[in-house]
T-cell receptor, first 116, second 116 residues
């Protein structure tokens, strides 16, 4: 149980275009999902906390107009990187917490974004 | 906000020996401390966690100890095996309710290499 999927696993896009990444909890309901960015050989940096039915809470320094988050249902959150630039190239990972259960965050497999 | 420091950044251990990774946190209100293992290009996976009402927890070859007074916690891996080679992250969180939106603050990671 407690499986989180992420799509796509890899994406290459041209500078200036937008990319949407989906995060799904497959066998549980996730009131809250988290979006992280991880650069090579670095730690996970929280970008935003996504709550179902409400606006996301962004961490300091993360541009909310550039990284659009939509938590449309209890099993789906999306991250759209708008007007992507090469410096946005990174490994994006989502996680979800099972509402009312253990505090553990279950991570998706990640999306490798390369902006050319 | 919370700040988590992790040491060492790299650790090489002979197969069969023990490995210890240490973390310190700054927020005395943090009460949940998970450890994640991440293999290259993969998702972080929870290997053990501890809450602040417990001083030590063990799961087979893995143990975590917590010193609330000193605000540090450690991961201990005994009888190390080649498959233990990975990057390990500690994290801290302040759990308040079952709403699930409390965020994790991650340490900088430790690259553990088990030498056969």
């Amino acid at each position: 149980g407690a499986v989180v999927s992420q799509h796509p696993s890899r994406v290459i896009c041209k500078s200036g275009t937008s990319v949407k990444i989906e995060c799904r909890s497959l066998d549980f309901q996730a009131t809250t999902m988290f979006w992280y960015r991880q650069f090579p050989k670095q730690s996970l940096m929280l970008m935003a906390t996504s709550n179902e039915g409400s606006k996301a809470t962004y961490e300091q320094g993360v541009e909310k107009d550039k990284f659009l988050i939509n938590h449309a249902s209890l099993t789906l959150s999306t991250l759209t990187v708008t007007s992507a630039h090469p410096e946005d190239s990174s490994f994006y990972i989502c996680s979800a917490r099972d509402r009312g259960a253990r505090p553990e965050q279950y991570f998706g497999p990640g999306t490798r974004l390369t902006v050319t | 906000g919370e700040n988590v420091e992790q040491h060492p950044s790299t650790l090489s251990v002979q197969e069969g020996d023990s490995a210890v990774i240490k973390c310190t946190y700054s927020d005395s209100a943090s009460n949940y401390f998970p450890w994640y293992k991440q293999e290259l290009g993969k998702r972080p996976q929870l290997i053990i966690d501890i809450r602040s009402n417990v001083g030590e927890k063990k799961d087979q070859r893995i143990a975590v100890t917590l010193n609330k007074t000193a605000k540090h916690f450690s991961l201990h891996i005994t009888e190390t095996q080649p498959e233990d080679s990975a990057v390990y992250f500690c994290a801290a969180s302040r759990l308040i309710s079952n709403l699930g939106n409390e965020k994790l603050t991650f340490g900088t990671g430790t690259r553990l290499t088990i030498i056969p």
